[in-house]
């Protein structure tokens, strides 16, 4: 289903980065009924399996974490809606996108306006050296990885470790971070964002325990929210952590260049895909935020330039992982021993 939207022949596609914008422009407008439809079949399987595992608590402990781990994938589906709203691209309506995004943010344990706030951040100054810290992955260059002291490498080395980024990170940004509003301090309204958002979190968990017992949080909740959150990372990770990335500093960066040339199309199987609604599609995403994730595919089909960019398959996104140290002269992404190699670090 997709709008009465008329889009801009294939042949259109301009050569700067900027251009797209006015043509992807004509893909902006959600449909309300799309964007429900799009919600139901998510939340509805998401609470199925949530009470599966429920009522298998009493026949199998094993089978009730194995159906938890699988509910994990949906939780990354919810957390792209949410991501949606909180871009105004899944609703026309800003109150009903900020509404679910906030209901949204209680599953995913994710304070909403929090979240809004430090992904504008990344969405405004991705790919710009000078303006890391925010709502992206630490990335440091070869020149700054070489003036660090053996404890600030082994510090960097041991922060991009795999185990620590996929495993040990999402449990502390989703069950520790995203409690507080950190680099918001001094914000009320994200204050609000982060407590009211604590309070629901708190509510579910106290109904679990009332009602089903401590282990309900141990192999239902828990699983469910880490697998989530790994994957949401490490696909977060690759949209941006590839071989041909794009950053510059201050003085040359430009928006439109880092949205598309540092964006990773990522191209996965068709129901994985569906389960990372689209997220892949990145380099249109940081392009146009506006667009609603199911009218990505329908640019990729539009506009063949930008269905061949950026390409990023399953098998090559793995060894993504090495790639730790971004070189200035090369100007890509390279892994410890490649730097080594080439500049002695």
Not at 148 to 155: P, V
Not at 171 to 178: D, E, R
Request: include cysteine; charge should be positive.
């Amino acid at each position: 289903m997709t709008t009465d939207t008329p889009t801009t022949p294939a042949t259109a596609a301009p050569e700067a980065s900027r251009d797209w914008v006015k043509v992807l422009s004509n893909y902006r407008d959600p449909s309300t009924w799309r964007s429900i439809f799009e919600l139901a079949v998510t939340m509805g399987p998401f609470l199925a399996l949530w009470a599966l595992a429920w009522w298998s608590l009493s026949y199998s402990y094993w089978l009730t974490a194995a159906l938890a781990i699988a509910n994990g994938v949906f939780i990354v589906r919810l957390f792209a809606i949410q991501h949606d709203c909180g871009h105004r691209a899944f609703f026309k309506s800003k109150t009903a996108g900020d509404w679910v995004g906030r209901v949204l943010g209680a599953l995913t344990l994710t304070p909403y306006e929090v979240w809004q706030r430090t992904h504008a951040v990344h969405h405004s100054a991705h790919g710009n050296l000078d303006k890391r810290g925010m709502g992206d992955i630490h990335t440091m260059t070869v020149r700054e990885y070489n003036a660090e002291s053996r404890w600030g490498k082994f510090m960097y080395r041991l922060y991009r470790n795999p185990f620590v980024l996929f495993g040990l990170g999402p449990a502390y940004i989703f069950f520790i971070q995203n409690r507080v509003p950190l680099g918001l301090m001094g914000g009320v309204k994200y204050w609000y964002s982060a407590m009211y958002t604590n309070l629901a979190i708190a509510v579910i968990l106290a109904v679990m325990v009332y009602f089903g017992g401590w282990m309900t949080i141990v192999l239902i909740f828990v699983p469910t929210t880490l697998v989530g959150a790994s994957i949401g990372l490490w696909l977060f990770y690759v949209q941006h952590q590839f071989e041909d990335a794009h950053w510059d500093g201050d003085e040359t960066w430009q928006l439109h260049d880092a949205a598309l040339h540092g964006s990773s199309h990522y191209v996965m199987p068709r129901i994985m895909q569906w389960m990372s609604a689209n997220i892949g599609i990145h380099h249109v995403h940081h392009l146009y935020s506006r667009i609603p994730f199911y009218r990505l595919t329908e640019v990729l089909k539009d506009h063949p330039k930008l269905a061949d960019s950026q390409r990023l398959t399953l098998m090559q996104s793995f060894a993504c992982v090495k790639l730790q140290l971004w070189d200035e002269r090369q100007r890509k992404l390279l892994t410890m021993a490649q730097a080594k190699a080439l500049y002695g670090t």
